[in-house]
């Protein structure tokens, strides 16, 4: 089996068939926010750094963490991805990741970092149960990079790729958001450095919230013009793996990793949808792009509430609307992409 591919657990007793929105789509993968604070000033995220807001609550704790996942695997979830702002800025993170591992029913833990900590902490990420790992590299070069994250430590991620591979990860993957006038013209050159090396690589289309539409108008490229590029140079279409996020991925039969497009512009994205998002304050987002959260932390604070919880996700879960309304400039009540994990 190659790297980043496996086998699709089977639904767990108890799923009663999984958990299904009013049409028809079936959800396997959580994205669970686990701090919206970041470290990193990405000019397409938190282009001014994270200001902490006044009376902010805190983030949700181990046992609410515990908690929340459990009624979701209860429902047949068995993917769950780590993300924040940067998840690793939680001092308990590898606790974390620990509790998320063990709970029943959950099959893979995934995270989304910024690689800032990643050759200090790869081992113990991956012995915490953390098998996927999802890592920001928005640039090759040393001063674009720091010019769009805010921070000159391409080399210091570099470096944690390097442990990661030797960690023992099933999955390694590299995220780029590709940007007009910054850093599309480095497009052939990731094609490059993906097909000599066995990770997968995927392109994010610059994605309208509500702080950045000026940015959006200016450096938004859309996904086809890179799927286009990738089948003039001999690139295919893959299948699609279970549980894969919204990746649609391609292979080269001369390259040893893989590169996939994340175009949330693109006709049909929504009709794939498989995830769910839960925030660091206890939300349950149905949609990145949606309207607003719903509250479950009422329900987080004791064991006894899991039947009701349960029972409340499965009846929101079927009001999810059939698609997102960014094509309309309507980005939703998602005022960044640290909010609620993108």
């Not at 001014?48 to 181990?62: A, F, I, T």
Request: charged residues 25%; hydrophobic residues 40%; contains cysteine.
């Amino acid at each position: 089996m190659k790297v980043g591919e496996f086998e699709a657990p089977a639904a767990p007793h108890g799923a009663a068939g999984g958990l299904i929105d009013g049409i028809g789509r079936r959800f396997e993968y959580l994205r669970l926010s686990v701090t919206d604070v970041c470290n990193f000033r990405c000019t397409y995220c938190l282009p001014d750094g994270y200001k902490k807001p006044c009376n902010r609550p805190s983030e949700l704790s181990v046992d609410e963490v515990r908690r929340v996942v459990t009624a979701f695997a209860k429902l047949g979830l068995w993917k769950v991805r780590l993300t924040g702002g940067e998840p690793t800025l939680r001092r308990d993170f590898e606790e974390i990741a620990r509790t998320v591992a063990q709970v029943p029913g959950i099959r893979r833990v995934a995270m989304t970092t910024n690689g800032y900590r990643l050759a200090e902490r790869t081992v113990q990420w991956r012995a915490a149960g953390i098998s996927a790992i999802n890592i920001s590299v928005d640039s090759l070069d040393p001063a674009r990079f720091a010019e769009i994250t805010g921070h000159d430590r391409l080399k210091q991620v570099f470096s944690g790729i390097d442990a990661a591979q030797g960690a023992g990860f099933d999955s390694i993957k590299l995220n780029a958001v590709l940007m007009r006038g910054v850093n599309d013209t480095e497009l052939e050159a990731m094609i490059d450095f993906v097909s000599s090396r066995d990770l997968s690589l995927r392109f994010i289309e610059v994605m309208r919230t509500n702080d950045n539409a000026e940015f959006f108008a200016k450096r938004h490229v859309a996904g086809q013009s890179v799927i286009d590029r990738l089948q003039v140079l001999g690139w295919s279409r893959l299948p699609r793996q279970p549980g894969a996020g919204p990746a649609v991925e391609f292979g080269h039969q001369q390259a040893k990793g893989r590169i996939g497009i994340i175009a949330p512009y693109s006709k049909d994205f929504c009709a794939t949808c498989n995830r769910l998002r839960m925030s660091s304050l206890g939300k349950l987002h149905l949609c990145l792009f949606g309207d607003a959260g719903i509250d479950l932390r009422p329900l987080l604070q004791s064991d006894d509430a899991q039947a009701e919880l349960v029972e409340r996700v499965r009846k929101l879960t079927s009001t999810k609307a059939p698609a997102h309304r960014l094509h309309q400039g309507n980005s939703g009540a998602t005022p960044h992409l640290a909010s609620i994990g993108g």
